[in-house]
């Protein structure tokens, strides 16, 4: 069996076409749409996150607020800037480029965050609605990741799911959103002991560990849809993700390859969080359905 691609480049550009025609009927009512990217001091990586971003609200006609601050901005700096954004009518979406420098408190930060401008999910009270199930924003990634599984034609529902990685932005609000559409989910982390035992049970398996070569093809399970989150340098410069895809891809039904899987559809889903934001501020879209998170968009197919 060779597994068949799911081709998240091929879903953002599919979705990105809808978010052109939101923008421009958004624009029709005299709005437009924007996201303000605040991002404090100079790290290589997060700068090329945050250009992706600004690039993707270009792509798709939204306005960007790009808030470039020193690494030595103080906490009480910080929280003014966003104060200012929360008041500001033009911003939808704030996203504060993490990690934050160690003398200013994460979770401070996200708590100041206006809930309906919360692009990212990370306040606490969109983590909470994500718990009962009705979020407003889901974080990104897991957003991205479960529009790419809907692409398989796959109901989740009822089916064994493991997911590897247990973090607040990945593993974590994934398990709650598969939850809430009712798969049997399992969340391993660092300290499972055989992962392969779980593994080995999943229909579907999804990987966000930051391990290359974590999950080779022994401990997947024949035919199960292999999602991968993870983007790993390896010392050669060479990008891969935590499966070993080449090994994987013989005994999988489905696969997503790092580049092109899931990473595409992180930043697209932030756009789709603005656009909802947006929207929601006037009383227009199709608002939040009887599960929740997934209203806005209904699954594409794109094979
Ligand atoms: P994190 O470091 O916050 O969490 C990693 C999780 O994996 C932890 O729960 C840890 O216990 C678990 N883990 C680590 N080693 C393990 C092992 N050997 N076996 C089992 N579990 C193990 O990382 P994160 O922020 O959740 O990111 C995970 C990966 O996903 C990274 O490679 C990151 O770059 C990538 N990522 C990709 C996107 C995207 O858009 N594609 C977005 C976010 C993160």
Avoid at 226 to 241: E, F, Q, S
């Amino acid at each position: 069996m060779t597994a068949k691609i799911i081709d998240g480049k091929a879903l953002s550009a599919t979705l990105r076409v809808r978010f052109r025609q939101r923008v421009a009927d958004l624009s029709g009512r005299g709005v437009q749409p924007g996201l303000a990217v605040v991002l404090v001091g100079d790290s290589a990586a997060s700068q090329v996150y945050v250009r992706n971003k600004i690039n993707a609200c270009r792509d798709c006609g939204l306005a960007s607020y790009p808030q470039f601050l020193p690494m030595d901005t103080s906490e009480k700096e910080l929280l003014d800037v966003i104060e200012r954004l929360n008041q500001d009518e033009n911003v939808h979406g704030i996203l504060v480029q993490l990690p934050l420098p160690k003398h200013i408190d994460m979770r401070r930060v996200l708590e100041a965050i206006a809930v309906d401008k919360d692009v990212d999910g990370f306040h606490l009270y969109n983590v909470g609605s994500l718990v009962v199930g009705n979020s407003i924003f889901p974080p990104c990634t897991p957003y991205g990741v479960q529009l790419l599984l809907d692409t398989t034609g796959l109901d989740v529902s009822g089916q064994n799911v493991v997911i590897v990685g247990a973090s607040n932005i990945v593993g974590k609000p994934m398990a709650l959103m598969l939850l809430q559409r009712e798969a049997t989910v399992t969340v391993c982390h660092v300290k499972t002991r055989d992962l392969a035992q779980h593994t080995i049970l999943a229909d579907i398996l999804i990987v966000a560990a930051g391990v290359p070569n974590l999950i080779g093809a022994q401990l997947v399970k024949r035919g199960a849809i292999v999602i991968d989150v993870g983007i790993n340098r390896l010392p050669d410069g060479r990008i891969v993700g935590d499966v070993d895809f080449e090994a994987v891809k013989e005994r999988a039904s489905w696969i997503t390859p790092v580049p092109g899987g899931v990473g595409p559809m992180t930043v697209t889903m932030l756009i789709e969080n603005t656009l909802r934001s947006a929207e929601r501020r006037i009383g227009i879209g199709p608002g939040i359905g009887a599960d929740g998170w997934d209203a806005a968009i209904q699954p594409v197919n794109t094979n």
